[in-house]
């Protein structure tokens, strides 16, 4: 049994009818590897004997009465992985495009709090013979670092499908009784004084610092603030409906890109979703004039963290520079707003963030969620940003599943009332595998976006002068 951190528990608050707060990703499978292929039992065998990898997918909460403090993780007693990992067919003609509608569908569906927050999708009939897998996990259990670690946990690195013998055998736990979890809370109540003093002392430091390094360095544009971002389409109320789309970039041509501009691929990556955007925008005459403003989560895990799951989390507000018309100028406006960005967040701290989420009252933050939502707030103040784009670094060697080569993996982030656009792209091998969630409600041509990024590339590579060797040379053989 254990308490969820305030931080974890914060994306079980803000989840709303139309806002889900969990992640997922899509793997696109070659069976053509896998003896026997890849089968629902297939994947059921080989994911439950795996469940000791993978602490969460046994887990489910239990909420402490009256809201009181924040729920508690418990071994599930009455776990069954038939609940868990299921089959489906893509429908005809099972290309691409098919695939993203369905996994837009399925993403729209809420995991039932009732059992362990997640689930797997075997999804079938793909035109090509290949197999996808979509894997979803609420935010609650796991960020983007250690849903990365969560998924290479239950993959191999080759076709031989890996015997992983867990070291203790599994217990369930037996459901604290309400008495109990209101002792749990209690206990853990009265220890918040001094907490809350402590964030106290450590945001005050923060904003010293802050104010300190503005006054040394006062020539540099500060970051963005809340509420500064230019309002667009896609920064309303959103609705359940979720529209998905994807896209596979050559890493080397980024980093050739990267490497003559001197930056780094996550700025790349900032600004390949800035060109992408300033289209979509162009196309439909609403680009404002001000820059777009993007949220971009940062792991704050230390080394000796790597294998704890949760979130280690915190979040950035960065420019995409898309009022900048050159496209390198964009890219070095976006590398210098980063720079800056980061000598903030380490003068914030990388506790700041959850230090506050653990105060929330459960009762009070959920309602106050439900009622933003409900009432449709972020139709009527500026948004807090306009668009999530988050990078996972993956691996840069193959892995397989299931004895099938993992051909892609597409990420699928959450999006939120007021900011109806996520951006996510993971590095697997020479790719740079982008998944894009919207609500179509609100962004109706969520494909015209990811089909704007490889135009973006081109543009990037075009205005650097960059020459075929150069992107051959960092390619892996």
């Known amino acids: ?27 696109v499978l070659d069976p053509s590897t896998a003896d026997g292929g890849v089968t629902l039992e297939r994947v059921k065998e080989v994911y439950g004997s795996r469940l000791h990898l993978a602490p969460p997918f046994r887990r489910r909460l239990a909420e402490v009465p009256f809201g009181l403090h924040h729920p508690l993780w418990i071994e599930d007693p009455d776990f069954d992985i038939d609940r868990h990992v299921r089959s489906i067919a893509v429908p005809a003609p099972g290309d691409g495009r098919a695939l993203s509608t369905l996994v837009g569908h399925l993403s729209s569906i809420p995991l039932d709090r009732r059992r362990p927050l997640w689930e797997v999708w075997v999804i079938e009939g793909l035109a090509d013979g290949k197999v996808a897998v979509l894997s979803k996990v609420h935010h609650a259990a796991i960020d983007g670092a250690s849903g990365n670690e969560l998924t290479v946990a ?38 918040q004084p001094l907490r809350v003093a402590r964030a106290l002392a450590r945001s005050a430091g923060a904003a010293v610092a802050i104010r300190r390094h503005n006054r040394e360095e006062p020539g540099l544009d500060p970051p963005p603030s809340p509420f500064s971002a230019p309002r667009t389409s896609f920064n309303t109320a959103i609705t359940p409906q979720r529209d998905f789309a994807f896209t596979s970039l050559s890493l080397p041509k980024v980093k050739a890109v990267k490497n003559e501009l001197g930056v780094t691929v996550n ?13 979509y925008l162009d196309g439909r005459d609403e680009r404002p004039d001000g820059p777009l403003v993007a949220m971009v989560p940062v792991s704050v895990r230390a080394e000796d963290e790597r294998d704890a799951l949760g979130n280690r989390v915190s979040s950035m507000l960065a420019t995409l520079a898309t009022d900048v018309d050159d496209p390198l100028e964009r890219v070095r406006a976006i590398h210098d707003g980063m720079a800056e960005v980061k000598v903030q967040l380490k003068a914030i701290g990388a506790d700041t963030l959850g230090d506050w989420a ?49 051909d892609a993996i597409y990420p699928v982030g959450p999006i939120y009332d007021g900011g109806g656009l996520n951006m996510t792209v993971m590095s697997y091998l020479d790719n740079l595998d982008f998944g894009l969630l919207a609500c179509p409600d609100v962004l109706p041509e969520v494909w015209g976006l990811a089909d704007g990024l490889g135009e973006a590339l081109d543009e990037l590579v075009a205005a650097a002068g960059v020459k075929p060797a150069a992107v051959r040379k960092l390619s892996r053989v």
């Not at 009527?380 to 668009?387: D, E, G, I, K, M």
């Open 154 to 191: 239950l993959l191999d690195l080759s076709p031989e499908i890996a015997v992983h013998e867990p070291t203790e055998e599994w217990h369930p736990d037996r459901k604290p009784t309400e008495v109990e979890m209101l002792g749990y809370a209690s206990s853990s109540l009265a220890r």
């Open 267 to 279: 700025d790349m990556v900032l600004a390949l979703c800035a060109g992408a955007l300033r289209r």
């Open 1 to 27: 049994m254990q308490r969820l951190t305030g931080l974890d528990a914060s994306f079980l608050y803000l989840e709303t009818p139309s806002s889900h707060m969990h992640v997922a990703s899509v793997m």
């Open 358 to 406: 653990e105060f929330a009252a459960p009762a009070l933050a959920g309602r106050a969620a439900r009622l933003y939502s409900r009432t449709r707030m972020a139709d009527r103040h500026r948004p807090l940003f306009n668009v999530t784009i988050s990078n996972v670094p993956g691996p840069s060697f193959p892995l397989y599943s299931i004895g099938a080569r993992l």
